[in-house]
Nanobody
Framework: QVQLVESGGGLVQAGGSLRLSCVAS????????MGWYRQAPGKQRELVAS???????NFGDSVKGRFTISRDNIKNTVYLQMNSLKPEDTGVYYC????????????WGQGTQVTVSS
């Protein structure tokens, strides 16, 4: 069964940076596109960044130019580097399958909270 464990969130001032990590187990990690999803208070969860099996990245318009996504197939880990953070980036961040036509697994991790103060 897939397990996803996110970490790296926290409280940061606007303009600051955070790096999120997600370790996956129970899957052949390199076989999936992976994504980072954000659920802001009172909103639906949305895909903000993804990376395909081949390493092609894609970003939502709200984070383009500020966030980068990368993966380490040896460590079964996907990262999200978040720079120039804005208060509207506040939310719970989750990783899951995504990008390159891959849909999320039914199972989600606990997520990691990111709070950006103005």
């Amino acid at each position: 069964q897939v397990q996803l464990v996110e970490s790296g969130g926290g409280l940061v001032q606007a303009g600051g940076s955070l790096r999120l990590s997600c370790v996956a187990s129970g899957i052949i990690f390199s076989a999936y596109g992976m994504g980072w999803y954000r659920q802001a208070p009172g909103k639906q969860r949305e895909l903000v960044a993804s990376i395909t099996r081949a390493g092609t990245t894609n970003f939502g318009d709200s984070v383009k130019g500020r966030f980068t996504i990368s993966r380490d197939n040896i460590k079964n880990t996907v990262y999200l580097q978040m720079n120039s953070l804005k208060p509207e980036d506040t939310g719970v961040y989750y990783c899951n399958a995504g990008g390159g036509g891959d849909r999320p697994f039914r199972s989600w991790g606990q997520g990691t909270q990111v709070t950006v103060s103005s």
